[in-house]
């Protein structure tokens, strides 16, 4: 199993990314998968999650209407676009999947909201 994210960068306040993660190694469609982000000096938090097909969504409370998770079956990746940032969504964020009880994480991708 192999999560690749990439997207990140540096961005103004109120800007926009979107973030990427491919997947290989796994059928990509018979797994949920997930966002976390780890800020400086915090610990990893959950962001957001999508089921295998792509219906089930969920998103922690200061991110929903502002991120959006989806994922595209056929070229095994997901994405998060991430809208509004604020300085507060800096970090590290990093995609997640648990297979037969092992949990994969990719590298991260880092994203930094500064002006």
């Known amino acids: 199993v192999q999560l690749v994210e990439s997207g990140g960068g540096l961005v103004q306040p109120g800007g926009s990314l979107r973030l990427s993660c491919l997947a290989s190694?796994?059928?990509?469609?018979?797994?949920?998968m997930s966002w976390y982000r780890q800020a400086p000096g915090k610990g990893r938090e959950w962001v957001a999650s999508?089921?295998?097909?792509?219906?089930?969504?969920h998103l922690e409370d200061a991110v929903n209407g502002r991120f959006t998770i989806s994922r595209d079956n056929a070229k095994n990746t997901m994405y998060l676009q991430m809208n509004s940032l604020k300085p507060e969504d800096t970090g590290r964020y990093y995609c997640?999947?648990?297979?037969?009880?092992?949990?994969?994480w990719g590298q991260g991708t880092q994203v930094t909201v500064s002006s």
């Open positions: 190694g796994f059928s990509f469609s018979t797994l949920g």
């Open positions: 999508i089921g295998k097909n792509g219906i089930n969504k």
């Open positions: 997640y999947t648990v297979r037969e009880n092992t949990d994969y």
